[in-house]
């Protein structure tokens, strides 16, 4: 049975190459803030990570709904999941994170639903909430331009889905339209690993050091300083 808990660090598993981790000791800046109330738009389509407490084993999804008996995610496959199971939750929002351990209840396609089963302790976000978008968008890089679509968006960067794959650290501008307005993001590639989205081949991480001021451009507000 794994040991699981805050000095622990649960999240130190990696998951498809990419380390989940959250800081081993929760004192300093992440403490659990006191009286703090659960402001579900806080936490509304941003990615959460779950680790099973059967076998330690972390997963990824997207937040659907939060509130204090019960969250629904959604999940790109089900991955050998049982009804029952219980899981550990670190939801990192626009301004807090969110820890608890919930029981998998029901299954509709790609739709999970957990019973909480813990108090949900609220601490200050020690990573950018990954806020999940849908748009379609171009990338340029010198004389070459392609489709992309914009999966996600944080304070520090956006993570795109492509036909085409691109070199790490290459500059690159990403244009976009949106609900919101037009969007013109410069960026450069942290990683391109290869996956299988519909006809999407790629996936890439873009680092972009303006983007807290454009995620408005994307629906989402501008989240306050995270601690250092």
């Known amino acids: 049975m794994p040991i699981l808990g805050w000095g622990k660090n649960p999240w130190s598993l990696s998951l498809h190459g990419n380390a989940c981790r959250l800081p081993a000791d929760p004192s300093g800046p992440w403490k659990p803030m006191a009286n703090a109330p659960l402001d579900e738009t806080n936490f509304a389509n941003v990615r959460t990570r779950m680790q099973r407490y059967a076998d330690a084993k972390c997963f990824n999804a997207w937040v659907v709904s939060l509130d204090e008996t019960a969250v629904v995610v959604e999940v790109s496959a089900l991955q050998g999941l049982d009804m029952g199971e219980t899981f550990l939750f670190q939801v990192s929002g626009l301004d ?3 820890t608890f351990q919930a029981d998998l209840k029901r299954m509709e396609g790609p739709n999970l639903r957990f019973q909480i089963v813990t108090p949900i302790q609220m601490r200050p976000p020690y990573e950018d909430a990954r806020v999940r978008q849908n748009v379609e968008g171009t990338v340029r890089s010198g004389d070459d331009a392609f489709k992309v679509c914009i999966e996600d968006v944080s304070a520090g960067g956006m993570g795109l889905l492509s036909e085409e794959p691109l070199d790490r650290w290459k500059a690159v501008v990403v244009l976009a339209k949106t609900a919101f307005g037009g969007a013109c993001v410069d960026g ?9 989205v519909g006809a999407w081949r790629y996936r890439i991480g873009l680092a972009v050091p303006d983007m807290r001021a454009s995620l408005p451009l994307f629906g989402v507000r501008i989240p306050k300083p995270r601690a250092a």
């Open 188 to 196: 450069q590639v942290r990683y391109c690993k290869h996956v299988q």
């Open 96 to 98: 807090s994170c969110a």
